[in-house]
């Protein structure tokens, strides 16, 4: 079995323990119950762990290096996703310590997404944080479309949301985790246990900078944000 992200690979796992399952784009999966160490000898499960949470304060440091003048952050929060609930704790301790001011919205639906975008008002934040989770990322559309009609960056962990209207962006390219779960499916494949296989972690984090959204909400990006850029949208 292949699963992509934690919600599937956990559904995955209460269905079999026997039938091998390589999963991808996963949080962390000792967190998430999914093995109890990263080389967890005895489980039927492997993958590659996008450790969205631990990034969170990186990824909010680079928000800030991209636009000092961000004070007050909207977050999303799907309460019903582990990844959500560490990624907010995180969120959390690092807004602290940069004197940043976090707007919370729960939500367990696509309808909680759009109640609490169309129920922020416009001005009352600088900017969106975008906090990893299977249903917010879903509604993508919603916070990309506030971000714009608001002029605010939208900050994302996943360089392929770039595209769809985000400004700036860091953490693992889910191509390369595809990638680096099809080398452990092979594996299997030709006859080892996924218990043989440790977890993986990303090979490499991807910082990416959407110049065109830049334009349109009025940030100039300081240019040594754009010499460290893996990728720049134009």
Not at 43 to 52: D, H, M, P, Q, Y
Not at 168 to 188: C, E, F, M, T, W
Request: charged residues 25%; hydrophobic residues 45%; proline residues 5%.
């Amino acid at each position: 079995i292949f699963a992509v992200s934690t919600v599937h690979a956990l559904v995955a796992k209460r269905a079999t323990s026997t039938i091998p399952i390589v999963c991808a784009w996963v949080a962390d999966p000792v967190k998430a119950g999914l093995v109890t160490d990263y080389s967890d000898v005895k489980s039927n499960l492997t993958g590659v762990a996008a450790i969205g949470d631990s990034l969170t304060g990186k990824r909010l440091e680079v928000l800030l290096e991209v636009a000092p003048k961000v004070k007050r952050l909207l977050a999303i929060v799907a309460t019903a996703e582990g990844v959500a609930l560490s990624s907010i704790r995180s969120l959390d301790d690092t807004a602290r310590k940069f004197g940043i001011k976090i707007t919370r919205w729960d939500v367990t639906t696509a309808a909680d997404v759009a109640n609490a975008i169309r129920e922020t008002p416009k001005g009352s934040v600088d900017a969106i944080f975008h906090i990893p989770s299977t249903l917010v990322r879903a509604n993508i559309d919603f916070l990309v479309k506030k971000a714009r009609a608001d002029k605010i960056p939208l900050a994302i962990h996943e360089d392929s949301l770039l595209d769809r209207g985000a400004l700036v962006s860091y953490g693992p390219n889910p191509r390369l985790i595809g990638l680096q779960a099809a080398a452990l499916v092979d594996k299997v494949l030709k006859g080892m246990r996924p218990g043989e296989i440790p977890f993986e972690t990303p090979d490499r984090f991807f910082l990416g900078i959407n110049l065109k959204v830049a334009k349109e909400i009025g940030l100039k990006i300081p240019g040594e944000i754009l010499e460290r850029a893996d990728r720049l949208v134009e």
